[in-house]
């Protein structure tokens, strides 16, 4: 039976602000890994408790509590009271200074209904074509700091699969 080794200052202080969210759920694996849910989409944001380097305590415009975890990687990710904020991936191709600075998981269904909205459109192709760099800028952001997210990565593909066989 392997023997768990206790939890940092830092990762107590993760610990504690999720449980004090109304939006996120924490778990302590075993091996090490924290995985904290988003009530909200379901999903899961997975990292090794040993890769912290520094969690900071901050409050937004509003006055609202979060904290912002950096990792030995130099990734790092905002944790508010409902959602997992992170960087989303720079993409060739895409004006950086376009989108916002941080984004969530719940943005790539709203990029993925715009692209549904701007398939009908006349200037369909070009906007398509940013909205796809958007969407995956997004998403390789989320994978890259602990998100797993295999169905958001095919549904542009059936999408646009789906938009091909309609128009054909």
Known sequence: ????RPPTNELNN???????TTGLKAAFQEDGVVEIKQSLDGKSFYFEAGH??????RMDSDGRPFIQINFKN???????DNLVGFKPSETWG????????VVTTPDLMSVL???????????????VEI?????????????KIGFELPFERRCLERLMATKIRASA
């Open 94 to 101: 895409l004006d950086m200074s376009r989108i916002p600075k």
């Open 52 to 57: 912290v380097s520094e969690v900071l305590n």
């Open 14 to 20: 993760i610990l504690d602000f999720v449980e004090r």
């Open 113 to 127: 209904d715009a692209i549904e909205d701007s398939l009908g459109s006349d200037q369909a192709e070009s906007e």
């Open 1 to 4: 039976m392997s023997q768990q």
């Open 74 to 80: 130099a990734h790092k990710v905002l944790l508010t």
């Open 131 to 143: 909205l796809k760099k958007v969407y995956y800028s997004i998403l390789t952001g989320a994978e």
